[in-house]
């Protein structure tokens, strides 16, 4: 049982444009919301949090925003840059557990 | 200077063989994770140790230990190597268990012959 979705497996945004990345979750016990950007051979790389008490954080050009109603979180890049070319994978947890539970990640081209 | 750091970075290794994969943190950080992403690119937690401390043990077969020296080492050995463990896996850590940001390491890519 997937308890982290993220629909998307891939998307192309070109250069300047806004990415808004998709995740959406099952359990409603999750309360703390991350991203994390992962290129080829690489591990994860923290990008940017949220807290189930804010429904915006906002880190430069990233903003994650949380729609708890609909389980459902999502990731901007405004403006999008040749660098931000990745997998990004949405992960969720409880407040006292130390386990993560990620999606499957989309991959983000951003082109010229 | 990195600050999670895995070794070996690719281990192929034939099937019944004992393999172990070493992580070492530099961050000072008290909690450390294995997690496991197969072919299909689920990444999926396999244990978490706080200062020494077996804290999660999620349904991993028996044949997989972590061990865990020290706070800032936490190695994953792996016994009678099966197709199936072909993966990559990724050492974690964090300040503290809970909702906090984890940090990974570069990964281990195993290949099982």
């Known amino acids: 049982d997937q308890q982290v979705k993220q629909n998307s497996p891939s998307l192309s945004v070109q250069e300047g444009r806004i990415s808004i990345l998709n995740c959406d979750y099952t359990?409603?016990?999750?309360?703390?919301f991350l991203w994390y950007k992962k290129y080829p051979a690489e591990g994860p790389t923290f990008l940017i949090s949220i807290s189930s008490i804010k429904d915006k954080n906002e880190d430069g050009r990233f903003t994650v925003f949380l729609n708890k109603s609909a389980k459902h979180l999502s990731l901007h890049i405004v403006p999008s840059q040749p660098g931000d070319s990745a997998v990004y994978f949405c992960?969720?947890?409880?407040?006292?557990?130390?386990?993560?539970?990620f999606g499957t990640g989309t991959r983000l081209q951003v082109t010229l | 200077d990195t600050a999670v750091s895995q070794t070996p970075k690719y281990l192929v290794t034939q099937m019944g063989n004992d393999k172990s994969i070493k992580c070492e943190q530099n961050?000072?950080?008290?909690?450390m994770y294995w997690y496991k992403q197969d072919s299909k690119k689920f990444l999926k937690i396999m244990f978490s140790y706080n200062n020494k401390e077996l804290i999660i043990n999620e349904t991993v077969p028996n044949r997989f230990s972590p061990k865990s020296p020290d706070k800032a080492h936490l190695n994953l050995h792996i016994n009678s190597l099966e197709l199936g463990d072909s993966a990559v896996y990724f050492c974690a850590s964090s300040q503290d268990p809970g909702p906090e940001t984890q940090y990974f390491g570069p990964g281990t890519r195993l290949l099982v012959l």
């Open positions: 961050l000072g950080h008290d909690t």
């Open positions: 992960a969720a947890s409880t407040g006292t557990a130390s386990k993560l539970t």
């Open positions: 359990n409603s016990m999750f309360d703390y």
